[in-house]
């Protein structure tokens, strides 16, 4: 296997990355130095807790770990340094139109059909449905149900719906603010009708949430907890005892999918415990300050300070939930809602220690209970991944997460 540019890929890439992870993506689960070249070919990782499920963080389910060349400085961009091992080299790139790849010849993998893929950028589904029927794109990645008719009803079109974890999580800032009380975070949560949610926003395209990240596709999720039920009378009383009736609050949330929709289906929803929202509905070349603007912020739980205290943001699919547990949750890298709960975090440990189904088992069930009774975010539903192509696209494979691998993929006669 080789990089773009020609030399060998080796295990030396992989222990160079691993440290430079160590105070980044992968600061949870290693210190610097924990990776060690066997020989060319084979590295052994020493973490700093038992854990599992460590090979996922390495895995295509965590973007954010990409394995780089060892002399890669953290910071530096693909299109600065354009360099991978996969079937396609990053050619041209816009930050605000698109980029395009040509194809690699050398791959490691074998020649790919392509000669080239140019990806054109668009947040507006209206544009990328309408540039699919009318010939200009050969595929969407993902898009979703709503403002999705014309996709899911054209005969020349394939629709793919790959069921898993992608949800998105309505956050809370238990730390400060309005939400500290969690009175007012269960009574919002009580506030929200999912069955309605999942029928108007997805059309049924999903799965009911239980305001934890572990999806039922988890085979390790515990199905027997009861299913949060919406309750508008108990939810207007936690308010009255919290002394928040009338609630008024802004939601922060990106013009991103169906979000939105959800966001403006909230709003009405909880108007009926006698909340007042504001919607603020950016683009998402803003939106994730509102989030999160400050990643290594030193107060307790470190990172992720300077956003909202109340807005959706969105989690696309992983192959396990240690993504969401560890970063949105157990750590402050990407906990908008700013909780910290130690039974929590040792529930989330022992379920990464667990070496075998049962003991992961019972750790989940505990994660699952505590997320959902302390509710630092609600996570109404685990939405089904569309991707859309054109009848005659072949070989195209989707993770859910908003990759497609392209291969193999080409076009029939």
Not at 207 to 221: I, L
Not at 333 to 358: G, M, R, T
Request: proline share 4%.
């Amino acid at each position: 296997m080789k990089w773009h540019d020609g030399t060998p890929f080796t295990a030396a890439d992989v222990v160079a990355t691993l440290d430079r992870l160590s105070v980044g993506n992968l600061a949870s689960y290693i210190e610097a130095g924990a990776g060690t070249a066997v020989d060319d070919l084979t590295v052994t990782v020493k973490l700093l807790l038992a854990d599992g499920q460590f090979p996922y963080q390495l895995s295509i389910w965590n973007p954010q770990s990409l394995i780089t060349p060892a002399d890669y400085e953290t910071g530096t961009t693909l299109d600065g340094r354009p360099s991978g091992t996969g079937p396609f080299k990053l050619e041209k790139y816009d930050i605000a139109t698109g980029a395009t790849f040509a194809r690699n010849d050398d791959w490691w993998g074998g020649k790919p059909n392509l000669e080239k893929v140019d990806f054109v950028f668009s947040d507006d589904i209206a544009t990328q449905i309408t540039g699919v029927l009318g010939g200009q794109a050969d595929a969407i990645v993902l898009f979703a149900v709503v403002g999705g008719d014309a996709l899911l009803s054209n005969p020349d079109v394939t629709v793919e719906s790959i069921s898993g974890a992608a949800h998105r999580q309505l956050w809370m800032n238990t730390r400060e603010g309005t939400f500290t009380d969690v009175r007012v975070r269960q009574a919002v949560a009580l506030g929200i009708n999912r069955q309605e949610l999942l029928d108007v926003v997805l059309k049924g395209r999903g799965q009911m949430g239980n305001d934890h990240p572990v999806a039922p596709s988890y085979e390790f999720f515990d199905s027997t907890q009861p299913q949060r039920e919406r309750d508008i009378e108990k939810a207007k009383a936690l308010l009255e005892e919290a002394g928040k009736a009338g609630l008024a609050v802004t939601m922060h949330v990106p013009k991103l999918v169906e979000i939105p929709q959800l966001a403006e289906l909230m709003q009405t929803q909880l108007k009926d415990i006698g909340m007042d929202v504001t919607l603020n509905v950016i683009s998402t070349d803003t939106f994730y300050d509102s989030w999160c603007k400050v990643y290594d912020s030193e107060v307790a739980p470190a990172g992720c300070d300077g956003g909202e205290e109340f807005g959706i943001v969105d989690y696309g699919n992983r192959g396990t939930p240690d993504v969401y547990l560890v970063k949105a949750y157990a750590t402050g890298e990407w906990n908008s809602a700013h909780y910290i709960s130690e039974p929590f975090n040792a529930a989330v440990a022992e379920y990464q220690a667990s070496l075998d189904l049962a003991g992961r088992q019972a750790a989940i069930k505990t994660v699952q209970a505590i997320a959902t009774e302390d509710v630092p975010y609600i996570i109404p539903y685990f939405y089904d991944s569309l991707i859309a192509y054109k009848k005659n696209v072949t070989g195209i494979v989707a993770t859910g997460l908003g990759h497609y691998y392209l291969g193999s993929a080409g076009f029939t006669a």
